[in-house]
């Protein structure tokens, strides 16, 4: 019997929820035995978003035999010390890392890794400032700064708010007829923001913490959905730490694309941007072209040769 192709839209544990996109009919399916991706370590060698063959058995249980392979995904070090890495959703047409100012207090480290790996998979991708409508004029110093960092980094830096409705109506336009992954670190608010594109989703959402000013995990699974107005969007456990995977330290620079644009100018090459005389990267820091907080982050990759967690 020939096999059939579906999308993976949910991973609970040892079983799968599946679609054929861009139909909406999703039933169960399992794996069978050990299924591997070749040259893969990753934790998941299924992951929300893969394309995968399956056979319906006698019995009416779809067992998936194997997987596309992906055009792109989002990878992250694994916190399962065991293996490698952790697929976080595959065959993306567009990310949205959601970020804050406060509540929590935004990380750029993990803002800086986290667009790294999109660069490294060349995966488009946004940045959404949620709660914008929290911040008013005492945190106005710390909005700017924020978006000038990335801004002149080449990205889009769009204001949102689940709350006030800023942003919804553009996201429902740039979502449309995509799959799109939103992503971010614990309490930013991504489940807020996508039921506010779709009020018709139903997701968990909780509080921040006031101690520790971070959020409680409330996604338990990946999992994608259906947005009434358009496109699939796939919703991710908030993440505390983003490791590089598959990153030589030689190569980081190549997906800081303020420090691509200049670094055929350095006199020596290669330069590892860090030491080196008439070096063009170092001379655009001091220029103020490229800022001086995505070259410490730069850095910091360099420093932890690409091993961070």
């Given at each position: 019997m020939t096999d059939?192709?579906?999308?993976?839209?949910k991973h609970t544990g040892s079983?799968?929820?599946?679609?054929?996109?861009?139909?909406?009919?999703?039933?169960?399916?399992?794996?069978?035995?050990?299924?591997?991706?070749?040259?893969?370590?990753?934790?998941?060698?299924?992951?929300?978003?893969?394309?995968?063959?399956?056979?319906?058995?006698?019995?009416?249980?779809?067992?998936i035999s194997d997987v596309e392979p992906r055009r792109n995904y989002v990878i992250r070090k694994s916190t399962n010390l065991s293996r490698q890495a952790h697929v976080i959703a595959a065959n993306l047409d567009s990310v949205y890392l959601v970020t804050t100012i406060d509540y929590p207090e935004v990380k750029t480290a993990f803002v800086d890794r986290?667009?790294?790996?999109?660069?490294?998979?060349?995966?488009?991708?946004?940045?959404?400032?949620?709660?914008?409508?929290?911040?008013?004029?005492?945190?106005?110093?710390?909005?700017?700064?924020?978006?000038?960092?990335?801004?002149?980094a080449g990205y889009d830096v769009v204001d949102v708010s689940a709350v006030r409705g800023d942003g919804i109506e553009w996201l429902k336009k740039d979502i449309e007829g995509k799959v799109v992954l939103f992503s971010g670190t614990s309490g930013v608010g991504k489940s807020s923001l996508i039921e506010a594109v779709d009020p018709g989703l139903s997701l968990r959402t909780a509080e921040i913490s006031e101690y520790h000013n971070q959020g409680r995990h409330t996604t338990t699974f990946y999992e994608m959905h259906r947005v009434s107005s358009g496109g699939y969007i796939i919703d991710t456990p908030g993440i505390r730490g983003f490791g590089l995977v598959d990153l030589r330290p030689e190569e980081i620079y190549l997906y800081f694309p303020e420090m691509l644009a200049v670094a055929d100018n350095c006199r020596f090459l290669p330069c590892t941007h860090t030491h080196e005389p008439g070096c063009a990267v170092k001379k655009a820091v001091e220029d103020g072209v490229i800022t001086e907080e995505r070259y410490m982050s730069y850095l910091g990759m360099l420093e932890e040769g690409g091993k961070y967690r």
């Open positions: 059939k192709k579906a999308v993976v839209i079983h799968y929820l599946l679609t054929e996109l861009p139909e909406w009919n999703p039933f169960q399916a399992v794996v069978r035995g050990k299924l591997r991706l070749k040259g893969s370590d990753s934790t998941n060698p299924i992951a929300v978003g893969d394309v995968v063959h399956y056979n319906m058995e006698p019995d009416g249980t779809a067992v986290f667009l790294v790996t999109c660069e490294a998979y060349r995966i488009p991708v946004r940045i959404l400032l949620n709660k914008i409508d929290l911040y008013g004029d005492t945190r106005k110093e710390a909005v700017d700064s924020f978006k000038r960092i990335y801004s002149s």
